[in-house]
């Protein structure tokens, strides 16, 4: 491997939550302390935001069911607050119809101002996978579970 890959290889963090929406793409990843928010083109970020548990604008929530979860980040800019989820439920292994549910999993933002959603999108046919990082554990709680049910 040449030095210019292995630096470049290196220098990409790995994404935290990464999923697109329409042409765009909502990809959050960990820099150091800090996780940052980027939304927009391959080319050209509409908007970019870095924080951490010092800043109290970005803030964690999990919720755990008996065969699944559901995760949030909070980004908050001003009135605005960016919301990335996660859905996950594991299959249902039911001895009736109604038990046998399939694997569900997606992820998406709502973007909320003054606490009134102003929209919603759902990543594009991916889940917009999150797990369990480490500087979760270091951030504010958000109290409420804002990913929707679909």
Known sequence: MSLLLALAMA?????????????????VTQEGGALVYRYGTRQRAELRMVADAASGRVHYHRTLY??????????????????VYAHYSAPGMGMTEEGRTPERTYGGLIVLK???AL???????????????????TLPVDADNLTPEF
Do not use: H
Request: aromatic share 10%.
């Open 114 to 116: 003054n606490g009134e």
């Open 66 to 83: 008996p065969r699944g979860e559901d995760q949030t980040l909070r980004f908050v800019n001003g009135d605005y607050s960016y919301v």
């Open 11 to 27: 220098a990409a963090p790995e994404p935290v939550f990464d999923c697109a929406m329409g042409k765009k793409r909502l990809t």
């Open 119 to 137: 929209s919603s999108r759902r990543c594009n046919g991916e889940s917009g996978d999150m797990r369990e990082w480490p500087i979760f554990k």
